[in-house]
């Protein structure tokens, strides 16, 4: 796998390492001498990704030993636009336009997220809606630049790593009863967006410029590409927007006026309980066209073993048995019929929500656990180079320096996280609620050592795997378990130590998250020639200035649907609450939770990511299928016309950005709808559709669904015949 992965991101070397696989120790006709080391067999050189064959990524630290003597510096690359040149970048326009791109964005992310437990990077259409916006403002503000549409696209995607953090965490707080005011969820947001950015900064020199040739960064430099291929002439944008209005539309259509279902189900015969659905929207179809194939794969996989598999032997094996109390107290509170007390009496979404929930539970957890402690080689050699950069940082000043190598001053890093640290320990209200000043204080050092831990090892796995595999869950489920086995330790096992160590998780779990998308920037930024102490400053700015539109998004969408329930499910969030549940209260469903790490373990062991698999057992089926239909598509477009693997990123397949608009498009309407649900009390059908049979509905639902797919692929053909 990770052959593959850096063949794709480095044909060239790739190539090297083929011919030495053949015998020939002489490197490929490549200049390309940073990526290479010393041979001992013979004085050539052999490029260092050849060891990648023979080297785990749980290993990389042992690569860096390798080549150590590489050191990258600004004056061994020149960036598109030269260090000597100055132009307009970072000023109010292109500043505030990055806020409300980000506001759009960050909020249809949200929306996705608690829908299916994922989200996406945004960097790509949001460098693409930059570059198109400016170019439409120009009557007023004379023509843009390249590096104020890189400021613009900094400041906009820093809301979706918001997005990520606050829909991990918070809607457990809802789920136990307690609704933290928008003002508290802003300042928790506000407060992890920036330590995720300062912490980031000492690290810059050695992951962005150091390491330019080892970590790829693939949105980073698909980003900068696109801003290139529009500065030169180049505009894809059309699609992005067209996308977005479809996706809207669409929503309307079966969530507003209800022309049709947004679902088609299919019982199937001879198994007990079995059954199959399609979640027939754009969203999900445009995540698993980004996503490809072989995570969408996985993904359903993990599915169909939860809902053909599980469930049908839970019927037949246990049909006769009596629930058990725990769990019929939360099957009753989910609107359960008093009179039901056998497990066979269960439809196949109560099986779910009362077994397969905490099964799935599992999984997630032992796969999140897993990835972190792979990553535990990496994160131990992070840790090191951040610690030796944030002592060399504090002695070095800008003077002298090109203007592609200024980063923020290491004077205003510490200032900002001794700020934030302070004010998370001595302010009440910001982290959990009725707390002591012990408690806080606790809280705060753990905020420092978990967030500076998890953003060092984010910023460089995105690096190699980028930000939508960024296992942000696994982290925050770590700060959980060890925060929650502190505060046990302590005796605050209450509600109040729960809601206090899940506000932990949020902030640090924000930080990690925005860590890894800042990194893509600064790489976006290192390729285009931007200033990283600009980029940075933006990416502040838009981190706190988006923090409340991400916040009052998902604040409506709770109120209106509900965290938790069958429109929002909200995984990752009520995982963190089974979590902390198992680990305070002791009434875990102990079982359960291992049979899921088994399965966990298992698809391990064949070599399958079992992050994925996790979450395709943990959500419904009907929420990953369309996911796996969208990677068939992206997979048979591949195929026809024989595209390269960065094609998506270059700009090539406007499927791509279509799919991207289709998730934005689907996510701002499900917002507005969820304000209309709060403002009429209920929710809103304005027109309601009334098949004479279940199953006409249905076939309407999948035909429009087929012509939407359809589009799809002959958009991403069209932009593959052009090349």
């Given amino acids: 796998m990770t052959r593959h992965l850096f063949a794709a991101a480095c044909p060239a070397l790739y190539t090297g390492y083929q ?33 990648l064959s023979l080297i785990p990524v749980s290993d990389l630290f042992i690569l860096e030993k390798m ?11 020149k960036p598109f636009i030269p260090a000597d040149v100055t132009m307009r970048d970072f000023n109010p326009k292109t500043v505030i336009l990055g806020v409300l791109l980000g506001a759009v964005f960050g909020s249809a992310n949200a929306y996705l997220g608690l ?100 970590l790829p960064y693939p949105e980073g430099t698909a980003a900068a590409e696109v801003l290139i291929a529009s500065s030169e002439g180049g505009s894809t944008a059309g699609n992005v927007f067209r996308g977005l209005g479809i996706g809207a539309v669409y929503k309307g259509l079966i969530s507003l006026l209800y022309l049709w279902p947004s679902r088609v189900n299919i019982r199937l015969p001879v198994l007990p309980k079995a059954e199959v659905g399609v979640s027939t929207t754009p969203a999900l179809l445009g995540v698993g066209y980004i996503l490809g194939r072989r995570i969408g794969a996985i993904m359903v996989g993990g599915g169909l073993i939860s809902w053909v598999v599980i469930i049908p032997f839970i019927a037949w094996k246990f049909g006769n048995s009596e629930i058990a109390a725990t769990t019929l107290e939360y099957l009753r509170s989910r609107g359960l019929d008093h009179s039901v007390t056998l497990i066979g009496q ?39 180079i951040g610690i030796r950069e944030l002592k060399t940082s504090a002695g070095m000043l800008d003077a002298g320096r090109l203007r592609t190598e200024q980063d923020l001053s290491i004077k205003y890093v510490i200032m900002g996280v001794s700020a934030v640290v302070l004010l998370l320990a001595f302010i009440p209200g910001i982290i959990g609620s009725q707390t002591t000043l012990l408690m806080r204080f606790i809280s705060g050092v753990a905020i420092a050592a978990f967030a500076f831990c998890f953003v060092t090892v984010s910023s460089r796995i995105v690096g190699l795997i980028g930000v939508s595999s960024n296992p942000t869950s696994g982290m925050a489920i770590v700060t959980l378990l060890g925060t929650g086995l502190v505060f046990k330790l302590l005796g605050w096992t209450d509600l109040t130590g729960k809601i206090t160590a899940l506000t932990i998780g949020t902030v640090v779990c924000i930080a990690a998250s925005i860590a890894g998308d800042i990194s893509q920037d600064l790489k976006a930024g290192f390729l285009v020639g931007a200033t990283p102490r600009k980029q940075q400053i933006s990416e502040v700015i838009g981190a706190v200035g988006s923090a409340f539109f991400v916040c009052l998004s998902v604040y409506y969408l709770g109120k209106a649907y509900g965290f938790g329930t069958e429109e929002l499910p909200a995984p990752q969030a009520t995982l963190m609450k089974t979590v ?22 298992i698809v391990m062991l064949f070599k399958i990511p079992p992050l994925p698999f996790a979450v395709g057992v943990y959500l419904p089926l009907y929420t ?23 094609d998506a990123g270059r700009g090539k397949d406007q499927g791509v950005l279509l799919g991207s608009g289709f998730i934005a498009g689907e996510g701002l309407m499900g917002v507005v709808i969820a304000v209309i649900a709060v403002v009429i009390s209920r929710s809103p059908k304005f027109l309601e559709i009334r098949y004479p049979a279940e199953w006409l509905g249905q076939a309407v639902s999948a035909l429009v669904f087929c012509g939407l797919g359809w589009f799809l692929v002959s958009v991403a053909s069209s932009s593959r015949k052009k090349k």
């Fill in 19 to 51: 011919r030495t696989r053949r015998g020939c120790m002489k490197a490929a006709p490549y200049p390309c001498p940073a990526d290479s080391v010393p041979c001992a067999r013979q004085q050539e050189t052999v490029p260092a990704h050849f060891f």
């Fill in 67 to 77: 080549i150590r003597n590489q050191r990258y510096s600004m004056s061994d690359f």
């Fill in 115 to 214: 829908r299916v437990g994922l989200t996406i990077s945004t960097a790509i259409p949001l460098a693409v809606v930059s570059v198109a916006i400016l170019r439409m403002m120009t009557p007023l503000f004379g023509k843009s630049t390249i590096l104020e549409c890189n400021i613009s696209q900094t400041a906009g995607s820093a809301s979706s790593s918001l997005a990520s953090g606050i829909i991990f965490t918070i809607p457990a707080l809802f789920i136990w009863g307690f609704e933290p005011s928008l003002f508290q969820m802003t300042l928790l947001a506000m407060c992890g967006g920036i330590l995720g950015v300062l912490f980031m900064i000492p690290l810059r020199n050695f992951l962005i410029v150091r390491e330019h040739r080892t």
């Fill in 346 to 384: 269960l439809d196949a979404r109560e099986i779910w929500e009362g077994y397969i929930r905490i099964i799935g539970a599992g999984a997630v957890a032992c796969a999140g656990l897993i990835t972190v402690a792979r990553s535990i080689p990496t994160m131990v050699s992070s840790l090191k």
């Fill in 580 to 601: 902390l549940d198992g680990v305070l209260d002791g009434n875990l469903r102990w079982d359960l939770v291992g049979v899921g790490a088994v399965l966990a373990v």
């Fill in 624 to 646: 990953m299928t369309p996911v796996f239909i969208g990677g068939l598509l992206r997979h048979y477009v591949d195929r026809k016309y024989g595209a390269k693997k960065d």
